[in-house]
């Protein structure tokens, strides 16, 4: 059984940065699609980003220039580097690892206010 544990939420300033970090156990080998999505209340859940095993990743327009995801030397952990952070960027954060139909995090929250 998969499990994501996410960590790293919590109240940011407009402008600061935040780092998530999720960590998949129960699994061997190295999954090959992990991202974040993030859902703000009354909005869907959005991809926020991605990143494949060969390292490849993928970026929502709005968020792009201003987070990084990245993976971990330990197998299967990832990462997301929010820095000029706004707003609107108020959400709980989930860690995925397999796409839509895969395995989901329980989520971190992420509030972005002075």
């Known amino acids: 059984q998969v499990q994501l544990v996410e960590s790293g939420g919590g109240l940011v300033q407009p402008g600061g940065s935040l780092r998530l970090s999720c960590v998949a156990s129960?699994?061997?080998?190295?999954?090959?699609?992990m991202g974040w999505y993030r859902q703000a209340p009354g909005e869907q859940r959005e991809l926020v980003a991605s990143?494949?095993?060969?390292?490849?990743?993928n970026y929502s327009d709005s968020v792009k220039g201003r987070f990084t995801i990245s993976r971990g030397d330990a197998v299967n952990t990832i990462y997301l580097q929010m820095n000029i952070v706004k707003p609107e960027d108020t959400a709980i954060y989930y860690c995925?690892?397999?796409?839509?139909?895969?395995?989901w995090g329980q989520g971190t929250q992420v509030t972005v206010s002075s």
């Open positions: 995925n690892a397999d796409g839509r139909f895969g395995h």
């Open positions: 129960g699994v061997f080998h190295r999954i090959y699609f």
């Open positions: 990143i494949t095993s060969g390292g490849i990743t």
